[in-house]
């Protein structure tokens, strides 16, 4: 009896000290990523004489001044309107011409499609510095060099070997079927396209387009790169001008315009989480 209490003495023992080490590291790791953000939050909402009195410390007299000020001085709205430009007509421009070649890569049979998938992957691999110089004498061959219309081309072209690797899964998942009933009933390829692969991929399409989306809104170095006129300029390549001598011993505005970028972001993530978790086809066949 005594040995069988020791036995469930110990295990209780390893389950507390297993369960212990494993919200220790839990809380470490939050601390470790959200640490940055409070940071950030908090040193946005300091006058800079706080901040240089104490960068970690706990604001004396908040305000929201740093916002205003960032907001004006940068002309922030122009910034936002510009990376909303570029990564939703991207985005959109990525998902739609990914659209065909994730159906054909996935619903039928093409000769050689597995080399063909392949190869588009490849542009998954390519940094973007490999491909700075050809774009950027294509874009001046085209006379689309510092324009958004040059921008929203090089995002779309970037973005869609991913946009055609999330497109294909989904529609590889989809049951054949529902395709099988739509062709006995006389349907063509498109029609199959049009009225079922593609409803039936819309959780595949708000993924692709939201990924494809912070991505844009937060790349730099296109922008930076392509553009030379301010008023085309993204958010990200904007906030530059925070590295001036002007701006050099301010701290709260980089903090205020690092605050203000990501929020565009954060709503979208929210608004597309639903649609993004369940990305499934239940109910579609009938038993």
């Known amino acids: 009896m005594s040995d069988t209490l020791v036995l469930v003495h110990r295990r209780d023992l390893f389950r507390f000290t297993a369960r212990f080490l494993g919200y220790t590291l839990l809380a470490v790791l939050l601390a470790v990523w959200s640490g940055p953000i409070v940071l950030v939050l908090i040193t946005s909402i300091k006058s800079n004489q706080d901040f240089l009195a104490g960068p970690f410390s706990i604001p004396s007299h908040p305000t929201f001044q740093p916002y205003i000020d960032v907001w004006n001085s940068l002309g922030f709205s122009g910034l936002l309107a510009n990376s909303f430009l570029y990564a939703t007509a991207g985005s959109a421009l990525a998902v739609l011409l990914a659209l065909v070649p994730a159906f054909a890569l996935s619903r039928m049979e093409v000769p050689g499609k597995t080399f063909i998938f392949g190869l ?21 061959t085209l006379h689309l060099l510092d324009t958004k219309i040059g921008l929203i081309i090089v995002h779309a072209a970037y973005g869609m070997p991913a946009q055609i690797l999330i497109l294909r899964g989904f529609m590889t998942s989809i049951p054949r079927e529902i395709e099988k009933a739509a062709y006995v009933e006389g349907a063509t390829d498109f029609q199959v396209f049009y009225k079922i692969i593609l409803p039936l991929s819309l959780p595949g399409i708000v993924v692709g387009f939201t990924l494809n989306f912070i991505a844009i809104w937060k790349e730099f170095v296109f922008g930076l790169v392509l553009l030379n006129s301010e008023q085309n300029f993204p958010v990200t390549v904007g906030m530059l001008k925070l590295n001036s001598d002007r701006y050099m011993a301010v701290f709260n505005l980089p903090a205020a315009g690092l605050v203000i970028s990501q929020l565009p972001i954060i709503v979208l993530f929210i608004l597309t989480y639903r649609k993004i978790a369940s990305g499934n086809f ?3 066949v009938k038993g």
């Open 120 to 140: 588009i992957l490849t542009g998954l691999m390519l940094p973007q510095q490999t491909v700075l110089i050809p774009l950027y004498d294509t874009l001046r």
């Open 282 to 284: 239940a109910g579609a």
